[in-house]
């Protein structure tokens, strides 16, 4: 089965995309799903770590439900993240560096699935999400 969506996407994402995919010689929406894909691990992927804070997210109440839903990395992150992100691709990474980009994607994919699962169980609750922000870290 497959399912259809809706995304808004930064203007600047959005054509990042679109270079990648120009450059891969595909559409913009192949390029996304396997972005998608590679970022959204299956269940029996996240670590233990992971899946309990996310299971654990289901007995918050609802406040602390839309503050998970609103989190994001502190901008000096984000920062730090796309710059080695382009450094990697202008001329590659030390192995201290590269390490440290590990740890930011892991940061930033766990602040992702965190605001994810947090707007799932809000609309399970019978909330209207569409106020969330998305793309912003």
């Known amino acids: 089965m497959i399912h259809s969506m809706t995304l808004k ?5 959005f054509q990042r995309l679109r270079q990648q995919a120009e450059a891969a010689e595909r559409s913009v929406e192949d390029e996304a799903l396997d972005v998608l894909a590679t970022a ?3 269940n029996d992927e996240l ?10 997210l289901s007995l918050l109440n609802d406040q602390a439900l839309w503050q998970a839903a609103r989190s994001h990395l502190a901008a000096e992150t984000v920062k730090e993240l796309e710059w080695l992100n382009l450094k ?14 590990d740890l930011l994607i892991y940061q930033y994919e766990r ?6 699962q947090a707007a799932v ?7 209207d999400i569409s106020n969330l922000q998305p793309g912003r870290a």
């Open 47 to 56: 670590s233990s770590e992971l899946a309990e804070t996310l299971f654990g």
């Open 111 to 116: 602040v992702m699935l965190v605001r994810a």
């Open 40 to 42: 959204v691990p299956s």
């Open 88 to 101: 990697q691709q202008r001329e590659g990474l030390t192995e201290s560096e590269a390490e440290k980009l």
């Open 9 to 13: 996407v930064p203007d600047t994402l």
């Open 121 to 127: 169980l809000l609309k399970e609750r019978g909330y």
